[in-house]
């Protein structure tokens, strides 16, 4: 690699924080944003673990990937995805933007917006401190805090968020937030898929993922929040499959 290519490329990771310049050594080493990470994938792991088995159960019943998601800033980081058995007929991964590790603008997606619609305003804040940071992918999407904070409302009373060819043409997703022992929003299961070659009505979809994410939320201890959602349930929607579950 020419040297040009090599210090411009450390230029770009001093900038984002994730390797810093020693100068008393002439060298560069790991920055705070690579110890943020490792950091979050040791909080995480146990996770991931409880949730494995939870998300391999929910493809096997819907025929179609589902994921684990999980915020980082202002991004989705999708930490599992797991596919159904192959049939008959095998199985095409039509969703490759949602693999694990992929990182997406968390008001884009419905993993990362089930997450945000019960996260404080004070968070919300400092994730979009600026108009700017409301970027779109297809043209579509909230443009402004304003008009985020009301998708964000929408969704905290129903329990789930879902998106339509927001982070790609054609795709929607179905998000339902998991919490922890202080009703805290910890992840999000979701599943995307072609909008236009579906399996299943979406209201199925939501319902199977609700079971699953009370499923997650029990598995960590946790408690959903109690509040109202538009089923007239208690608890927003996820609230009746978790006392079921």
Do not use: C
């Not at 146990?46 to 998601?69: D, F, T």
């Not at 968390?106 to 917006?113: D, F, V, W």
């Not at 979009?128 to 443009?143: A, N, V, Y």
Request: avoid cysteine.
């Amino acid at each position: 690699m020419p040297r040009s290519s090599l210090y411009h490329i450390l230029a770009v990771l001093v900038d984002r924080g994730f390797v810093t310049y020693v100068p008393e050594e002439q060298a560069y080493g790991l920055g705070v944003a690579s110890f943020e990470i490792g950091s979050a994938y040791l909080r995480h792991e146990p996770l991931k673990r409880l949730a494995r088995p939870i998300l391999r159960n929910l493809s096997s019943r819907l025929g179609q990937s589902v994921h684990l998601g999980i915020l980082y800033g202002a991004e989705t980081v999708y930490l599992l995805k797991e596919r159904p058995p192959r049939g008959p007929h095998g199985y095409t991964d039509a969703t490759p933007v949602t693999d694990v590790g992929v990182r997406l603008p968390a008001h884009l997606t419905a993993n990362g917006r089930a997450i945000l619609a019960h996260s404080s305003e004070a968070h919300l804040r400092a994730v979009f401190p600026r108009p700017g940071d409301l970027r779109t992918r297809t043209g579509r999407g909230p443009r402004s805090l304003t008009e985020l904070r009301n998708l964000l409302a929408r969704d905290r009373e129903r329990g789930w968020s879902e998106e339509v060819e927001l982070v790609s043409d054609g795709l929607r997703s179905i998000g339902v937030p998991a919490f922890d022992h202080n009703e805290r929003p910890i992840a999000a299961v979701s599943s995307t898929w072609r909008r236009h070659h579906h399996r299943h009505e979406t209201d199925h979809v939501r319902d199977i993922l609700q079971q699953g994410a009370a499923r997650l939320t029990a598995a960590v201890a946790g408690h959903a929040p109690q509040a109202h959602g538009t089923d007239g349930t208690q608890g927003g929607a996820q609230g009746g499959t978790q006392r079921g579950a």
